[in-house]
């Protein structure tokens, strides 16, 4: 039980980053894009997305263009690391609840 509490820990700590990331990425994108483009990067989800459409770009600035793709990766390998976690804590959970059943004897609900 303490390693689910734990990893809770964990994926909560996780997603505080997320969004210190994905605050850095917006700092950075501010230079780069325009207002219409920006919104377009950014879904309703709050999720970074690769868009179909050519972006107007403000700045060429290579730097600032390489500092935003590293965000970029950074947030997706964020998000895959997240996805894994909270999977693995819903396997656990299961499994706890299972024990937790067969120990007290109690009816599947």
Same mark, same amino acid.
């Given at each position: 039980? $303490?390693?689910?509490?734990?990893? %809770? #820990? ?9 969004? $210190?990331?994905? @605050?850095?990425?917006? =700092? ?6 325009? !207002? =219409? *483009?920006? &919104?377009?990067?950014?879904? *309703? ?6 868009? +179909? =459409?050519?972006?107007?770009?403000? *700045?060429?600035? +290579? =730097? %600032?263009?390489? /500092?935003?793709?590293? /965000? ?8 895959? !690391?997240? !996805? ?6 819903? /396997? @656990? &959970?299961? @499994?706890?609840? &299972?024990?937790?059943?067969? #120990?007290?004897?109690?009816?599947? /609900?």
């Amino acid at each position: 039980m $303490v390693d689910y509490y734990r990893a %809770v #820990e964990t994926i909560q700590f996780l997603l505080d980053d997320g969004i $210190v990331n994905k @605050r850095l990425l917006r =700092e950075k994108y501010m230079p780069l894009l325009n !207002a =219409e *483009s920006f &919104a377009k990067v950014v879904d *309703s989800t709050n999720q970074v997305i690769n868009v +179909p =459409e050519l972006l107007y770009l403000r *700045s060429a600035n +290579p =730097e %600032v263009i390489n /500092e935003c793709l590293i /965000e970029i990766d950074r947030i997706k390998a964020l998000n895959l !690391a997240l !996805a894994n976690g909270i999977q693995r804590l819903k /396997e @656990r &959970a299961g @499994r706890i609840k &299972a024990f937790i059943k067969n #120990e007290y004897r109690l009816k599947n /609900e």
